[in-house]
């Protein structure tokens, strides 16, 4: 929880790639509130700027306009190193292809994060064990990740992204490389987490998540052309598709 009751707000936020010619606008004066809790997710063909409005919300990118707040501070103007710190502590990210560190264990690639942010080995690697059960993988710990599976290597990825119990979870297309089983385990962790009270914000072309998040957001060069609120449609979720209800 944050206080504020919004775990982002975005007023006008901007973002423009390139100069004269060749200037994009990626992302083009967004207003966005995330109540604390929600699970958003946000769709649109390729190009339209997804990628770059998640990189904006996590503060990996920095806006070239408008306004941005984190759990009630405000990050737009924020230096490169106060930013590194509030990202590390406020967001995790799980990416499409994964972006594990190929030399290191799975719990290793877990408790990274948590040892960057100042953790003691010891506490950091409590906490990658009990994430990596909580994800099903605690018999696949001292696996590096190339012995792993697609579905399992994106769980390893979900659970380095809760290490430091982030406000807010931003994932990029996370079943973008997964078969049909490794989507359904994914999205079951996801829907979990949404139960669990944790913010989310999904980009994804998979119309089962789309479908079922609280909110549904869809882009077109740059903007929000609709945004729907789907909770009230469908109260019962993810869990519901996945017969997780009654
Ligand atoms: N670093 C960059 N430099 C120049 N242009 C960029 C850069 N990053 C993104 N763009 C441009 O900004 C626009 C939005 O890109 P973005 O990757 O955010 O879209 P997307 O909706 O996530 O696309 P996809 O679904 O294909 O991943 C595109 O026109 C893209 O070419």
Not at 68 to 87: K, Y
Not at 156 to 171: D, E, Q
């Amino acid at each position: 929880m944050t206080g504020s009751g919004f775990a982002i707000r975005a007023r006008a936020l901007c973002k423009e790639h390139g100069e004269g010619q060749t200037l994009v606008r990626a992302v083009d004066e967004i207003d966005l509130d995330v109540p604390d809790g929600q699970t958003l997710a946000v769709t649109g063909p390729s190009g339209c700027g997804k990628s770059t409005l998640l990189h904006l919300l996590g503060g990996l990118e920095r806006p070239t306009g408008g306004a941005l707040w984190l759990a009630g501070r405000r990050v737009d103007g924020l230096g490169e190193r106060a930013l590194a710190r509030l990202r590390r502590r406020t967001v995790g990210f799980v990416f499409q292809a994964f972006h594990l560190v190929e030399e290191l264990s799975a719990v290793q690639n877990v408790e990274l994060p948590a040892l960057l942010a100042g953790d003691s080995p010891r506490a950091a690697r409590r906490r990658a064990a009990e994430l990596l059960d909580r994800v099903g993988l605690a018999a696949r710990s001292r696996h590096l990740p190339s012995a792993l599976s697609g579905g399992e290597r994106q769980r390893v990825a979900i659970a380095r992204a809760l290490v430091n119990a982030p406000l807010v979870v931003l994932a990029d297309e996370p079943t973008g490389n997964l078969d049909s089983a490794a989507t359904r385990e994914v999205l079951r962790l996801f829907e979990e987490l949404r139960r669990g009270g944790q913010t989310l914000v999904i980009v994804t072309h998979d119309d089962r998540i789309a479908a079922t998040a609280d909110r549904l957001v869809s882009m077109r060069d740059g903007a929000f052309v609709d945004d729907v609120w789907l909770a009230a449609a469908a109260p019962t979720g993810l869990g519901g598709l996945l017969g997780l209800d009654g």
